[in-house]
């Protein structure tokens, strides 16, 4: 008889089976969108690439940034018309929703400082690291997040 594997395991005999590959956020505009996670966030741009609408085959852009070295990325995905356009800056519910873990937290808040991302406060110590909430270019909120 086979042993169960946990639900929660994330391995299987073969390896890790998935990892998440892309996250949307709703931004306004394309290129201010890459310019603040490349210029401002020092992101790669991983792909930018014309592609069209599913719903109505209007032109758009396939736009992919991610950390240096990250697996993850963010596709940037502008608003396609007002039922988009009214999340953007708000899809968490004025809740933090993404998650920034650097290893050097002190270098990371002052080049980031420097580049122009506004900060909502100062650093603080929690039990689970160093953090800081910032917005983004549409306003949504993250934690920058380093060791305690």
Excluded: C
């Excluded at 299987?12 to 306004?28: E, K, T, Y």
């Excluded at 690439?49 to 990325?73: E, H, M």
């Amino acid at each position: 008889m086979a042993a169960a594997r946990s639900p929660r395991s994330s391995t299987s005999a073969r390896g890790p089976d998935m990892h998440l590959g892309l996250a949307a956020i709703v931004v306004d505009d394309y290129d201010e969108a890459i310019e603040f996670f490349v210029g401002n966030l020092g992101f790669e741009l991983a792909e930018d690439s014309p592609a069209v609408t599913s719903a109505g085959g209007r032109p758009k852009r396939w736009v992919v940034v991610r950390p240096p070295g990250g697996q993850t990325g963010l596709l940037l995905a502008r608003a396609d018309g007002p039922e988009q356009a009214a999340v953007v800056g708000r899809q968490f519910a004025g809740r933090v929703g993404l998650f920034l873990q650097v290893e050097d937290f002190d270098d990371a808040y002052q080049r980031m400082s420097q580049a122009g991302v506004r900060f909502e406060g100062l650093p603080r110590s929690e039990p689970y690291g160093r953090v800081a909430v910032f917005l983004d270019v549409a306003g949504n909120r993250w934690d920058l997040l380093g060791p305690a």
